[in-house]
């Protein structure tokens, strides 16, 4: 895989924004190993989730936003489960915080 884990609470992370979205919620607990992923994998989910289920030209609005999106799904550095890791682990520990208030 080519991110790392992070963990913010202990201090090891920061945010470049104190201004908190949803995206940020989403892949605070994952890191790509290259910033210029990082930049990229928050743009794109920032343009797809703000018209879900439209095509990836229609949301990235140009050619070169569309490339860029295309070029970061097809690196050889960029997984699936890069991609959806920090989503996963964010739900894994938000169900263990859950489960154990019970």
Not at 25 to 52: H, P, T, W, Y
Not at 58 to 85: H, P
Request: proline letters at 1%; one cysteine or more; hydrophobic letters at 35%.
């Amino acid at each position: 895989m080519g991110l790392v884990l992070r963990d913010l609470k202990n201090g090891n992370g920061s945010r470049a924004s104190s201004t908190k979205t949803w995206v940020d919620d989403e892949v605070a607990d994952c890191d790509f190993r290259d910033a210029r992923l990082n930049r990229r994998c928050r743009m794109l989910l920032k343009q797809i989730g703000s018209d879900v289920g439209q095509s990836i030209p229609l949301v990235c609005q140009d050619w070169a936003n569309t490339k860029a999106a295309y070029r970061f799904f097809s690196n050889g550095r960029v997984s699936e489960a890069d991609i959806l890791s920090g989503h996963l682990h964010r739900r894994v520990s938000g169900w263990h915080q859950r489960t154990a208030s019970f």
